[in-house]
């Protein structure tokens, strides 16, 4: 199946402190999405991009679809415990399935 | 609203056993999934169904079958469970499959 690498695999930070996370993937996608998973709980959607040099926000949440459209970013700036989590990438090609990167886990330390 | 409703939530089987996993959704969605996740691989697609009447493997198919009831339920079934299926399954729906998924919250299932 298509292998999405997010990077980094987990991550240890200072409440406070900006965060930012990558998703490449080895082919074009038209979509990417980025989710976060609560322990115990269904991935949520956070942010949805459908073009190229897109740059979307949702509250301290700010995404970038890469202009090679093979890679996507996801920033989280001044954490809060409540961010912790596991945060995962999704891509698409037309009209395919989604397929899922293997997740950053973040750590907030108050 | 309750969005993806899945059930059970735990459940332990033995090896060879059977049991259906079910999955509502209240949203009006035409497509519905099946995933599993496992440790260190993300999440990966067993079954979808676009729409109504029809169904389609994902990447890893082999041991289920699944079930698109009607508009708003799609079942996954382990016809003889092994350890191998142990994980955490999550169902989904969406509007088509060019929009972002709405997942349940997951049914844990372990087999000894």
């Known amino acids: 199946g298509q292998q999405l690498n997010q990077s980094p695999q987990s991550m240890f930070i200072q409440e406070g402190e900006d965060v930012s996370m990558n998703c490449t993937s080895s082919s074009i996608f038209n979509t990417w999405l980025w989710y976060k998973q609560d322990p115990g709980e269904g991935p949520v959607l956070l942010i949805a991009l459908y073009k190229a040099g897109e740059l979307t926000s949702n509250g301290r949440l700010t995404a970038q679809f890469g202009i090679t459209r093979k890679d996507s970013f996801l920033n989280i700036s001044a954490s809060i415990p409540s961010d912790v989590g596991i945060y995962f990438c999704a891509g698409q090609r037309a009209g395919n399935q989604f397929y899922f990167g293997t997740g950053t886990s973040l750590t907030v330390i108050p | 609203n309750a969005g993806v409703t899945q059930t059970p939530k735990f459940q332990v089987l033995k090896t060879g056993q059977s049991m259906t996993l079910q999955c509502a959704q209240d949203?009006?969605?035409?497509?519905m999934y099946w995933y599993r996740q496992d440790p260190g691989m993300g999440l990966r697609l067993i079954y979808y169904?676009?729409?109504?009447?029809?169904?389609d493997k994902g990447e890893v198919p082999n041991g289920y079958n699944v079930s698109r009831l009607n508009k708003r339920e799609f079942s996954l079934r382990l016809e003889s469970a092994a350890p191998s299926q142990t994980s955490v399954y999550f169902c989904a729906s969406s509007m088509d499959r060019s929009y972002g998924y709405t997942f349940g919250s997951g049914t844990r299932l372990t087999v000894v």
């Open positions: 169904s676009a729409s109504e009447g029809t169904t």
């Open positions: 949203m009006n969605h035409n497509s």
